[in-house]
């Protein structure tokens, strides 16, 4: 096991922005996330949290700023499987004719050879993954037949299996069962346990109270930023979405 | 070619093999067949049916100025079949105008330069083999050219494989875990144009867009493996070619349009009584009637 550097920063990105053909979706933001942490990204549809997240995949090309990756750029964090993207249910095809262990081998991609073709490790570590979000009982079922959080878990599996010390989960509570629910929480635990950087985006805010050390607040740019105790209120909700009330997207507060 | 009433099945397949040109063209289209059918998994997947319509179409130009100057008319094919895409995705992020939009009058303009300089140089160009396909007249130039491509094509799919099946999946993580999706996307453009090139000599620059995704839709209908989806797609095109080819010796139809239509009858049949996805759900009528 590598040893963790706690004080060192996992994600820096410094004054970033992403135009698409001239047109701005995200400038000047920052983040810095150390080993342990785990931060929610909240905003609007449209504030930037994919940007955000594409931007530190290297999925998009950043036109202004910094990104470093355990002090790397971008590019290495790729070839080191450092990051692990979460996609969202929507963001993918669900009707695609692929069973929930070939997903999760894709996990393993990056560490294997041209054919990848996997060796005793990676079938082992697709094994592991699939075991820790419990669905060993599914592991030739095409993600078609699957419910939504059986396939949430699929790609969680995923990003267990690539081994990644950075997770970047898009919208990872949207649409699951309580019992997916329940598991990504305690997996969350762990992956804090084993010094794991997380960034979540998400729409529930009573998630982020019960999770987030952290919390970024974007709506284009950061609206706050910092401990979720301190940042997390309801002025500053209000701000990023726009002049609405809190209340009115999480109840009152109880 | 008389259909006599004492035809057996024999016959039927062991008359039209003693003629060397329908050898030639049933190997020949079974190759090619097996190629396009190969790529039409990942087309399909990658929702690129309209991509497959421009390519295919947009190398008539390449095909007649190949000829016209004396090149292997893959070379030109395939210029100007890579050429179009590029031009495509240049217009559509400079302007305001939609992409499927763009495919059509990019695909359509090439189309038609082919055919305008094909009315201006003189030379032994037959228009009707470059629209329609001429699977029985195949020569050995071009034979050798279409088992050269078509080997070429089946590596490179064979080889990327599964870079291909993710980059179609998924390439956000592709790209994440540090596989180059740029590459993956020419190539898979590349295998098109290529495909696009040889699949024309079987059912010609119209209708080889068929060839490129009717496979594949059937196979989807079947499968919930991508590894089978393959194979079926494979297969459903290579028996779509030779029943075509068959069916158009003994009736005396158009060889191309048989082609095409043994693929779309085949389509048909998966669609209506595909196990799990047809309309009458074969499986279930089975377990219905125990």
């Known amino acids: 096991m590598e040893t963790i550097n706690y004080q060192n920063f996992r994600i820096e990105a410094e004054n970033i922005c992403v135009d698409y053909n001239g047109k701005v979706a995200l400038y000047d933001a920052n983040l810095r996330l150390k080993p342990g942490q785990i931060c929610g990204l909240v905003g609007m549809n449209g504030a930037g949290k994919t940007t955000f997240f594409n931007a530190l995949t290297g999925f998009v090309n950043i036109s202004k700023g910094k990104i470093r990756i355990n002090g790397e750029s ?181 | 070619m008389e259909l006599c009433s004492f035809l057996t099945l024999d016959s039927f397949i062991k008359d039209p093999l003693t003629h060397d040109f329908m050898r030639k063209a049933l190997l020949m289209s079974s190759l090619v067949a097996a190629v396009c059918g190969f790529l039409s998994s990942y087309l399909t997947l990658k929702g690129w049916a309209l991509m497959g319509d421009a390519v295919s ?75 329609f396909g001429s699977p029985l007249g195949i020569s050995l130039s071009d034979v050798k050219q279409t088992i050269f491509i078509s080997l070429l094509v089946v590596i490179l799919l064979s080889i990327f494989r599964k870079d291909l099946m993710l980059y179609c999946f998924d390439p956000r993580h592709a790209k994440t875990v540090g596989i180059n999706v740029f590459f993956l996307h020419y190539l898979l453009l590349t295998c098109l144009s290529l495909a696009a090139v040889v699949g024309l000599q079987s059912v010609g620059i119209i209708l080889v867009v068929a060839m490129l995704i009717t496979p594949g839709a059937t196979a989807y209908l079947l499968t919930d493996k991508f590894d089978n989806m393959t194979v079926i797609s494979v297969l459903s095109a290579i028996i779509s070619s030779l029943i075509g080819i068959y069916v158009s010796f003994w009736f005396d139809l158009e060889t191309g349009g048989s082609i095409v239509l043994a693929q779309t009858f085949i389509f048909l049949f998966a669609f209506l009584f595909a196990p799990r996805y047809g309309i009458f759900k074969l499986k279930k009528l089975f377990n219905d009637y125990k």
């Open chain 2, 57 to 131: 179409h947009s190398v008539m130009p390449g095909v007649v100025v190949a000829y016209a100057l004396g090149l292997p008319f893959s070379l030109g094919a395939f210029i100007f079949g890579v050429g179009s895409v590029a031009l495509i995705g240049f217009i559509k992020q400079k302007s305001r105008v939609k992409e499927d939009t763009v495919i059509g009058l990019v695909f359509t303009g090439f189309f038609a330069l082919g055919i305008v300089l094909v009315s201006k140089i003189k030379s032994n160009i037959d228009l009707h083999s470059i629209l």
């Open chain 1, 74 to 254: 971008v590019r290495s964090a790729q070839k080191d499987q450092t990051i692990a993207y979460v996609p969202q249910n929507e963001g993918i095809d669900s009707q695609f004719p692929i069973s929930v262990w070939d997903v999760v081998m894709m996990g393993r991609y990056g560490s294997m050879n041209i054919f990848r073709s996997p060796r005793e490790s990676d079938v082992q570590a697709v094994k592991d993954a699939i075991e820790r979000v419990d669905l060993t009982d599914h592991l030739s079922t095409p993600i078609g037949n699957l419910s939504g959080g059986q396939r949430k878990r699929t790609f969680l599996a995923r990003a267990i299996a690539q081994r990644a010390s950075i997770l970047l989960l898009d919208e990872p509570f949207s649409g699951v069962d309580i019992r997916t629910e329940k598991l990504i929480s305690e997996l969350f635990i762990q992956f804090k346990n084993e010094g794991k950087t997380i960034l979540l985006s998400t729409h529930d805010m009573i998630h982020v109270r019960e999770f987030c050390d952290l919390v970024l607040l974007i709506n284009k740019t950061v609206v706050a930023y910092g401990e979720t105790s301190e940042v997390f209120t309801p002025e500053n909700i209000t701000t990023t979405f726009g002049g609405i009330s809190p209340d009115s997207l999480f109840g009152p507060e109880s």
